[in-house]
């Protein structure tokens, strides 16, 4: 079946636009999460989406930073006001609801701003 | 709070000699384990987990990894080096309270020597 995707795969962008990344998860997976990834290091967790609603934002840097997932499948991560540091891969992942369930992530979106 | 190390972060093994990445975590309640491998321009794909009962798990790939409790350890280990295991792998840990979300290592880069 199909898996998560993400597009664009590559945005460049100039420094203070705004920008929107999209993620499409597998059918049926309710739980939703937004990573941002750093050259060398590891994906570090922005949000998790359960059904329509953020059940945790705390990773979020900053105001600058929402997300929505409004029919509870596809989620669009928007970044206003960019800046040069939030330079990164951006990683989304769907999984099954419940304790122990593995993440399914899709291949990321190269964000680069200018 | 939870956190995950990864000793070594580049890794160099001759085709054919073992692989051993390691990792450890800290909380005070084990949580569920997982490894993923990356390879270049693609996502996160699941190695392996670990959630409850037995403590030596396989994975795809001929990879494996046990959890040791007393070390706070699950270390990812292959007999035989093959030079398609060429990637980065992660360690990434889930809180068996909640399970949704994952905390990350930085990444172990594993080349394979010809």
């Known amino acids: 079946g199909a898996g998560v995707s993400q597009t664009p795969s590559n945005k460049v962008t100039e420094k203070g636009k705004y920008v929107e990344l999209r993620c499409d998860p597998i059918s049926g997976h309710t739980a939703l999460y937004w990573y941002r990834q750093s050259l060398g290091q590891g994906p570090e967790f922005l949000i998790y989406?359960?059904?329509?609603?953020?059940?945790?934002d705390s990773g979020l840097p900053n105001d600058r930073f929402f997300a929505v997932r409004p029919e509870g499948s596809v989620s669009t991560l928007k970044i206003q006001r960019t800046e040069r540091g939030d330079s990164a891969v951006y990683l989304c992942?769907?999984?099954?609801?419940?304790?122990?369930?593995?993440?399914?992530f899709g291949p990321g979106t190269r964000l680069t701003v200018t | 709070a939870q956190s995950v190390t990864q000793l070594g972060s580049h890794v160099s093994v001759s085709e054919g000699a073992l692989v051993l990445l390691r990792c450890n975590y800290s909380s005070s309640v084990p949580p569920y384990l997982f490894w993923y491998v990356q390879y270049p321009n693609q996502g996160l794909q699941l190695l392996l987990k670990?959630?409850?009962?037995?403590?030596l798990v396989k994975g795809i790939n001929g990879f494996e990894a046990e959890f040791k409790k007393s070390e706070t350890s699950f270390h990812l280990t292959k007999p035989s080096a093959h030079m398609s295991d060429a990637a980065e792998y992660f360690c990434a840990v889930s809180p068996s309270e909640t399970g949704n979300q994952f905390y990350f290592g930085t990444g172990t880069s594993l080349t394979v020597i010809p």
């Open positions: 670990y959630t409850t009962g037995a403590t």
């Open positions: 992942a769907s999984s099954m609801t419940g304790v122990g369930y593995e993440q399914y």
């Open positions: 989406f359960q059904g329509t609603g953020a059940a945790d």
